[in-house]
């Protein structure tokens, strides 16, 4: 169903408009895709990493047109996933949802961040959010606090996706978020703390031909925060890149697409999908040349019963020229597994 693959339709092309906080922290149910991500690092206060989860949740119209008069009538369908990974296990649990919206039940608020799909829910406080999960064997609730304003990607929150001037999203971050958490483990309590990324994205004209992208997200220890990304045709090769750094005291940089470089350097084949993912990354920007490793291989996603798409989606370590480590955060990659990416 093309729906539940949430291939996106060219659509006429909005209003270029500046972003507008709070409303658009909330949803933007006129457009055809858009999603809120959370990815974070914890472990205990002032020891290493730990555990890496994933919180997301997508929004996208549903089959009832908008002006049908029951509020039960599937006007927007809600998909969230989850995911966490055990770094000293080396093993990753996920699970998936896909609902249409319903009142006091599913929903994605208009005006702010205020997202509810069954127990997951994400939204914005006055420190700054609050989300709580569940998944096989687990339960966490976050605190996330929020010491910078949004970082706005690409052109004031116009990011380019594609060599097409028309294809892009709308896209703000919010990195080093401080994190406090309370996760239950197998039955065990255990109070961590760590950093988090927050992204928000939305468009009518995302991908075009694109057969599939590879992004991340990373945390410096110096309180910087890198975005970078890259977009592949159908061939392999790459369609356009792009990112971002924020610098403490210094005004958020955005990279054009040939400041960019995402080389893989080792790869990893699942037993499950027979996908072949590359989880080691040399990197060259404007950021200086790093090296990126994944915490460890097996962080591949099947979220096929609700996106249709098995993607890889895990933490990494940012590593400098030298080889010392830099910075954790989030590494996602789509399209090497079946079907084109969804959106």
């Known amino acids: 169903m093309k729906r539940r693959t949430l291939l996106l339709a060219a659509l006429p092309l909005p209003a270029r408009a500046a972003m507008n906080f709070p409303a658009d922290f909330g949803a933007h149910p006129r457009q055809s895709i858009e999603w809120w991500y959370v990815t974070g690092l914890l472990g205990e206060p002032g020891g290493p990493p730990r555990y890496g989860y994933q919180l997301t949740f997508f929004r996208v119209p549903g089959p009832a047109p908008s002006d049908h008069p029951s509020p039960l009538a599937a006007k927007q369908l809600l998909?969230?996933?989850?995911?966490?990974?055990?770094?000293?296990?080396?093993?990753?649990?996920?699970?998936?949802?896909?609902?249409?919206?319903?009142?006091?039940?599913?929903?994605?608020?208009?005006?702010?961040?205020?997202?509810?799909?069954?127990?997951?829910?994400?939204?914005?406080?006055?420190?700054?959010?609050?989300?709580?999960?569940?998944?096989?064997?687990?339960?966490?609730?976050?605190?996330?606090?929020?010491?910078?304003?949004?970082?706005?990607?690409?052109?004031?929150?116009?990011?380019?996706?594609?060599?097409?001037?028309?294809?892009?999203?709308?896209?703000?971050?919010?990195?080093?978020?401080?994190?406090?958490?309370?996760?239950?483990?197998?039955?065990?309590?255990?109070?961590?703390?760590?950093?988090?990324?927050?992204?928000?994205?939305?468009?009518?004209?995302?991908?075009?031909?694109?057969?599939?992208?590879?992004?991340?997200?990373?945390?410096?220890?110096?309180?910087?925060?890198?975005?970078?990304?890259?977009?592949?045709?159908?061939?392999?090769?790459?369609?356009?890149?792009g990112g971002s750094l924020r610098a403490p005291g210094q005004p958020d940089r955005s990279f054009a697409a040939g400041d960019v470089d995402m080389t893989p350097v080792r790869h990893w084949t699942s037993p499950a999908t027979g996908g072949r993912w590359p989880v080691e990354w040399r990197l060259k920007s404007p950021a200086g040349d790093m090296r990126l490793v994944a915490a460890f291989d097996a962080q591949e996603v099947d979220a096929r019963r609700s996106s249709a798409l098995v993607y890889w989606e895990g933490a990494a370590r940012l590593l400098d020229a030298a080889g010392q480590e830099i910075g954790w955060g989030y590494l996602e990659l789509t399209g090497y597994v079946g079907k084109p990416p969804m959106v």
């Open 79 to 241: 998909l969230g996933h989850v995911a966490l990974s055990d770094l000293g296990a080396r093993t990753q649990r996920h699970t998936q949802r896909l609902l249409r919206t319903l009142p006091g039940a599913v929903h994605a608020r208009v005006g702010d961040c205020d997202l509810k799909l069954r127990d997951w829910t994400l939204a914005r406080t006055p420190e700054g959010y609050r989300a709580a999960f569940t998944g096989p064997g687990f339960t966490m609730a976050l605190q996330l606090a929020t010491p910078a304003p949004p970082l706005l990607q690409g052109d004031a929150g116009i990011s380019r996706k594609g060599s097409d001037p028309e294809q892009f999203s709308h896209y703000y971050s919010r990195p080093q978020l401080a994190t406090t958490a309370d996760l239950v483990l197998d039955g065990r309590p255990q109070r961590l703390a760590g950093r988090a990324w927050l992204d928000h994205e939305w468009s009518d004209n995302y991908l075009g031909d694109t057969a599939g992208w590879d992004w991340l997200g990373i945390n410096l220890h110096d309180g910087r925060a890198l975005t970078l990304f890259q977009l592949r045709r159908q061939d392999g090769t790459r369609d356009w890149a």
